[in-house]
């Protein structure tokens, strides 16, 4: 389960184009006032045209009522929003991007350490497999070129690395689709706010998202 | 369900052992808190009323519910703050019916368990029956299966398999996926799908604190009834399949408790907590205050009494 974790990064790293069809995201549409459909050609072209997302998954402040404290971080896979609690009912909403099968569990981590412009290992399948992997065997040095993009939040499961992390992109249109397999990717300003915003040992509570915790009969 | 739970893992729980010392002689009387929020409100607006009303100095101590079960025998503990039925019904059995060393008081709580739906959902899912609906249902939908989720409970709280032996009887677990998570987890679900006008059906149980968080409503559905209410031994593996239950959860009650010594000893300070009648909306309002808002019990307590001075005085007349 942990291991598709990284997959993402071997399609940040090689520049294939992204090839899933992101058919379960939708973007509330204003103008019309509906739930419409959001896909990676849609995305592309949206963020060509307008240089940024669609409002929906822009950093923003929005009314968030919950029991837990001001700090923890909040993530839902299914609608593609990371929240970060406020005082007073409130959370800083984030757009995210997952993966195809979203986080593929859920519970309660914790941010166990961060990094500005981090580096990166490929995994040994993945140096295997692909070229451009492997010329990075030994590790990716940070920088605007690396899939982690700016920061990264490392997500531990008590005092053990879940190898789970929230992270920038160098990809920023991709934030709303569920692309690939693995981590939770933001786009560099907003990985590098939240990460501005939030304290080694964050609770992180990620949502169940449909059978992601499906125990049968 | 976790009120179940949560009492039941306060009977498991040691607590605060009865020390025997001399540490409550200082005191009049001592009240059990238990470890959930709305015991430990109730237990310090108890000892701010007592204060208040008869002059008489009440020590708070942290215990599991056994010992303080075997303190009211004992006469270490005087008052216990939240005693659910049928969770403790064994206890009872011994200490009230059979030794008769303490004494329920006669008013209680309701509490109850169902599904509950967010405001979104309350739109076109109203009752039980509606879950049945997989036109209504895939509006619950969120893995992009088509069909929708429905949280019913902890993997650890013995009323999970219970809500998924409803969800087989009464017939929904046909078109919705039924899901296990914690609690915490499922309730910041709740909060989500309510910040973005999502809709959501899950497991619920009263007096809780998110229906002072948000505006849930639960869903209707045919009355508990002892004859539809075929639920086999957890101990049988395939318990699951081999019960039947399309009917509502039994009703769930808790009273206060008091050793049937403090009748003699302090008799008006009985006839005071025979009075108490809070309701499941105001033991909803306790669990939110010191979950929700994380006041501390003893400061939630004063407030609260300060504001029902005249109720907790009518309590204490004679």
């Not at chain 1, 942990?2 to 940040?12: D, E, H, N, S």
């Not at chain 1, 609608?79 to 406020?86: A, D, E, G, R, T």
């Not at chain 1, 939040?153 to 690939?180: A, F, K, M, N, Q």
Request: proline content about 5%; hydrophobic content about 45%.
């Amino acid at each position: 389960m942990r291991r598709v974790a990284l997959a993402i990064l071997a399609i940040g790293l090689s520049g294939v184009i992204l090839t899933d069809a992101a058919a379960q995201t939708q973007i509330y549409d204003a103008r019309i006032r509906k739930w419409v459909d959001y896909d990676k050609k849609k995305a592309r072209q949206l963020y060509a045209r307008n240089k940024q997302l669609p409002e929906a998954f822009r950093m923003q402040m929005v009314p968030f009522r919950t029991a837990e404290k001001p700090g923890t971080i909040i993530i839902d896979g299914n609608q593609h929003f990371l929240y970060l609690v406020q005082p007073g009912g409130q959370a800083i909403r984030y757009g995210i991007g997952v993966g195809r099968e979203g986080f593929g569990w859920a519970g309660i981590v914790r941010v166990g350490r961060t990094a500005e412009w981090p580096p990166w290992t490929p995994p040994a399948e993945m140096v295997a497999r692909d070229a451009n992997a492997a010329k990075w065997a030994a590790g990716m040095p940070g920088g605007p070129g690396n899939p982690l993009g700016a920061r990264a939040l490392y997500l531990y499961e008590g005092d053990d690395d879940t190898i789970y992390r929230i992270h920038g992109t160098t990809e920023p249109w991709t934030i709303g689709l569920d692309v690939s397999s693995g981590c939770i990717r933001m786009n560099n300003d907003d990985i590098t706010d939240l990460h501005s915003r939030v304290a080694v040992g964050a609770k992180v509570i990620v949502l169940m998202q449909g059978a992601a915790l499906y125990k049968g009969v | 369900m976790s009120n179940t739970l949560g009492r039941l893992a306060g009977i498991l729980s040691v607590g605060a052992m009865l020390s025997g010392g001399g540490l409550a002689q200082a005191a009049d009387l001592v009240i059990a808190m238990p470890n959930w929020p709305s015991g430990q409100a109730t237990a310090n607006i108890l000892k701010i009323g007592i204060a208040k009303e008869f002059g008489l100095d009440a020590e708070i101590k942290a215990l599991g519910e056994l010992n303080a079960f075997v303190g009211l025998e004992s006469g270490e503990v005087d008052i216990h703050p939240e005693v659910w039925r049928p969770n403790l019904d064994a206890v009872i059995e011994k200490y009230v019916e059979q030794k008769k060393v303490v004494t329920l008081s006669k008013r209680g709580v309701d509490a109850w368990q169902g599904l509950c739906a967010t405001p979104a959902a309350a739109k076109d899912i109203k009752s039980i029956a509606d879950l049945a609906d997989a036109s209504k249902t895939t509006a619950l939908d969120t893995d992009g299966d088509g069909k929708g989720e429905l949280w019913i409970g902890a993997p650890t709280w013995s009323s999970t398999g219970i809500e998924r032996i409803r969800a087989n009887s009464y017939g929904y677990a046909d078109n919705l996926t039924l899901v296990e998570g914690e609690e915490e987890v499922a309730m910041v679900a709740v909060d989500a799908a309510i910040a973005t006008e999502q809709p959501m059906v899950f497991a619920c149980y009263a007096p809780h604190y998110i229906f002072g968080l948000h505006q849930i409503s639960r869903l209707a559905e045919p009355a508990y009834d002892v004859g539809k209410w075929k639920i086999a031994s957890g101990e049988d593996p395939l318990w699951v399949s081999k019960s039947n239950a399309a009917v509502a959860w039994p009703t769930a009650r808790f009273n206060i408790a008091y050793a049937s010594a403090l009748r003699n000893k302090y008799p008006d300070v009985t006839r005071f907590l025979e009075r108490i009648d809070f309701t499941t909306e105001e033991v909803t309002q306790m669990s939110y205050a010191l979950e929700v808002e994380r006041q501390k019990p003893s400061d939630f307590a004063k407030a609260w009494v300060k504001n029902n001075l005249a109720r907790v005085d009518r309590w204490a007349k004679p």
